[in-house]
């Protein structure tokens, strides 16, 4: 028996008796080129502060993806390596791809708590099998059974900050207020993790505190309010060019990227400001403002909770980690939009289609409110990532791949205004924690022999800023995207999509990594990947493609492309429950929508048993948010149908007649005109046996109408479906429902 293996089966585990309370704050979908703190032109007042009195690293590494970033950030290993190659939702069979973190993989956080932490997370979780998000568990994968004895939050890639589907531990919860009373989910999560710090320094001021705080924005849907983003009004209006050349100069000046880094060129499927209609660029132009007050929003949160960290004494023991982002700024808003899903499911849209249903629901000032799920242009995600070409979901290039990362301990840091730029990557923090506290990465946890750590311990640059980089091999791959850093060096291969492109790849069917071109850089003397030196340096390059060939297959990469499965190749495949009929009483609600029927894309048939009132009105059934979904509802007697394909197109069916009062049975088949992804559904709507209405929708939502919302029996408590209920929400059914019948009609 080795002997640390003997240490932890027979010796008590303890801490050092200064051992810190550690904060851990991440923000989603952030960009290098956005926070004033490093030249951007977000007001970062918090990540400023963590920065001024403590220690700034300008080489972070993530993943590209948001969940797989946070899967190695959490466990120290690569994200390929434990099931993690892309977001849980996309999940298949491949060991790379499995959406599922296994007990070998044990979190920093459960090992910590083992040490005598108290732990605690807040806001997103996307670390979770989407079939798994229910009422009903399996609860083995929730943060609470894996290391956080208290969780706060949402089990989803993304959410609206208005009408989040929270949960507390493993119970679904309501948010405590309406948006109309004032409701914003960064504050919520805020508020909710200054709570914890209380009751921790009244219950338990013995021990020390692990904290995970991880906030929806800047994620899409860009949901802030109109104050907020009012305070950036007119910053933008000379576009995304101008606004990457203002940066890459402060960039400079502030000596957070050398003096010879270079800016470098748009991607020629990127769009120059120029070259936008005059009538498109207040569009545009406000998207980005509505962004940047969402991002300064949540910077304003999380220093509410260092503030309170430090009223409650605890800020000079306190390791603040502070990153800017989990992976680059998303391009998923492709040409700017006002429901981002649909680039998840691949429907090609036109600015003119947004622009339209924008103006119908309350032009420029609806964007960032609770009717729409703007995103904005992808251009300026890539202007948001200055100075680099990249943008999330671009593991090939550092706009993907590299975030501005702060680090505070007052106690053990003295600040130095000098960057960190050793190569450190997200699987770092964990080792680095272990580092700090005298850890020994455990070799068994919960009877779970445990795989090694990937990630090392970039501790020794807290004290001295040229210190040695420690992390000397690092592979990237999202999607068919990929590259290897070595030693200072990268290769690089963009893959088989541009995020930003509508619709599906040119050519995806076809393609094989085979037929990808490769790129080199020296980043010791080409800091933003300006000048590719693959033609100069052949040798070079063969020498880095077969190191990334040994780490792919290391970490359980191959298939490279493997995330690609379900989104390109079958969105049929995606994960779905298990059942193929359902029945449903009148007070169910809340149930995730990849874990409810999908009523949106597959044949099927709902019959309501129910009873109804003289004076009927509310909701019988919805399925997803104001975003995108289907709802079916009574309008004053008159039974009413829509299919709200993401806000652009909505499909509504109504009956010519008010229903008859007493007990009714209501039938709603929806079957494929053309059984293909995307294709036009039939909606049949009966009445107690007979046609009441009917109509057809042109195209469905392949994939999914929402990350985080829901099916709801009996009132709408998520986003508003149809806006003919908008102002009634959640529009409680009036009379009795007892029972919904959902059955698959294949």
Known sequence: MQESEYHQRVEPKRLPDDAPNILIILIDDAGPG??????????????????????????????????????SL????????????????????????????????????????????????FGKWHNTPAIETSAAGPFDNWPSSIGFEYFYGFLAGEASQYEPNLVRNTTSVLP??????????????????????????????????????????????????????????????????????????RAIEKGWIPKNAKLTPRDARLSAWDDIPEEERPFQARLMEVAAGFAEHADVQAGRLVDEVEALGYGDNTLIVYIWGDNGSSGEGQNGTISELLS???????????????????????????????????????????????M?????????????MAVRWPARIEADPTPRSQFVHCTDIVPTIYDVLGITPPLVVNGVT?????????????DDAAAEARHKTQYFEIMGSRSIYHDGWMASAFGPRAPWVQGMPPGIQDWTPDSDVWELYNLDEDWTQADDLAAAMPEKLAQLKETFSIEAAKNSVYPIGGGLWVLVFHPE???????????????????????????????????????????????????????????????????????????????????????PAGAATITVETSYVEARPGGPLKVVISVNGEEYASGVVP????????????????????????????DKMPFRFNGTISNVNVRYAT
């Not at 991880?214 to 101008?242: I, N, Q, R, S």
């Not at 829901?710 to 209920?725: A, T």
Request: proline residues 5%; negative net charge.
């Open 573 to 659: 495949m995606r994960i779905s429950s298990p059942y193929r009929e359902w029945n449903f009483t009148g007070d169910i609600i809340r149930m995730p929508e990849f874990c409810a029927p999908a009523l949106g894309n597959r044949a099927n048939t709902v019959t309501i048993d129910l009873d109804i009132p003289a004076n009927a009105n509310g909701v019988l059934y919805a399925l997803g948010g104001a975003g995108g979904g289907l709802t079916c509802y009574i309008d004053d007697g008159v039974l009413c149908y829509e299919y709200n394909l993401f806000i652009i197109q909505r499909t509504k069916i109504r009956g010519s007649a008010p229903l």
């Open 450 to 462: 445990q795989i090694p750590i990937d990630g090392v311990s970039f501790a020794n640059t807290f």
């Open 344 to 390: 998840q499911n691949g429907i090609p849209s036109t600015v003119a289609q947004h622009i339209a249903a924008m103006n119908e629901i309350g032009g420029l000032d609806v964007l960032g409110t609770p009717k729409v799920d703007n995103q904005y242009n992808a251009a300026w995600a890539w202007a948001g990532s200055t100075p680099y070409k990249g």
């Open 176 to 249: 405590p207020k309406t948006p109309e009373e004032g409701y914003h989910l960064s504050e919520d999560l805020a508020d909710d993790a200054i709570h914890w710090l209380h009751n921790h320094k009244a219950l338990e001021p013995d021990k020390p505190f692990f904290m995970y705080w991880a906030t929806g924005c800047l994620h899409g849907p860009h949901h802030v309010m109109k104050e907020w983003a009012d305070k950036y009004a007119g910053k933008f209006d000379d576009g995304w060019d101008a606004y990457r050349e203002r940066v890459y100069k």
């Open 74 to 121: 959490l466990t120290g290993r690569n994200h390929h390596r434990i099931g993690n190659g892309q977001i849980a939702e996309l999940a298949n069979d491949w060991d790379g791809y499995a959406g599922e973190i296994p007990k070998s993989s044990a979190l920093g956080a459960e090992v910590l708590r083992d040490y005598g932490y108290a732990t605690a997370a």
């Open 699 to 726: 195209i469905s939502a392949p994939l999914a109408f929402s990350a985080n919302d829901c099916f709801d029996v009996g009132r709408c408590l998520g986003g508003s479906v149809s806006l003919d209920y908008y």
């Open 392 to 404: 999330k979901l671009l593991a090939s290039h550092l706009g993907g791949t590299r975030n501005p």
């Open 34 to 71: 956005l926070p004033d703190t490093y030249g951007g032109e977000v007001r970062t007042d918090t990540l400023s502060r963590i920065h001024d009195q403590g220690i700034g690293y300008n080489r972070f590494h993530t993943t590209a993806m948001c969940s797989p970033t946070r899967a």
